[in-house]
């Protein structure tokens, strides 16, 4: 095992999308079947065409995030630790123009505090 943590950090990588493409063969619902690889594909053409896929913001494809829904993907952006589901393909800019700037330059920022609306019980 090598700990490359440093690595990363000197390449400048602050900020790691992942969305789900995980599919199954059960009732449930799952991203794969809710146009998961092509929010995939909306969130890596959005970063590419601002120039910043591969530089300080990484893609990663990954399997269930527990947010499953039949409505759209699911997708986390970390380590600001915001959590996306219903993702659909045209609400990929959205999301990521809300994150990340318009320029997609809004890069490295921490987890915000929760703003909880549940009621007290
Ligand atoms: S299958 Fe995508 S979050 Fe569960």
New binding site residues.
């Given amino acids: 095992m090598n700990h490359r943590t440093a690595d990363m950090r000197e390449q400048g990588v602050s900020d790691h999308v992942l969305v789900?493409t995980?599919t199954?063969s059960s009732e449930y619902?799952?991203?794969?079947e809710a146009n998961?690889q092509e929010v995939l594909e909306g969130v890596k053409d959005w970063l590419r065409e601002r120039e910043v896929y591969w530089s300080n913001v990484r893609v990663a494809e990954t399997s269930?995030?527990?947010?499953?829904s039949a409505e759209g993907?699911?997708v986390a952006i970390h380590p600001r630790d915001r959590w996306y589901?219903d993702v659909r393909p045209g609400t990929v800019p959205e999301l990521l123009r809300e994150e990340f700037g318009p320029h997609g330059t809004r890069l490295g920022l921490g987890p915000e505090p929760v703003k909880d609306d549940r009621p007290e019980t």
């Fill in positions: 789900c995980n199954r619902p799952c991203c794969a998961g269930c995030l527990g947010l499953c993907t699911a589901s």
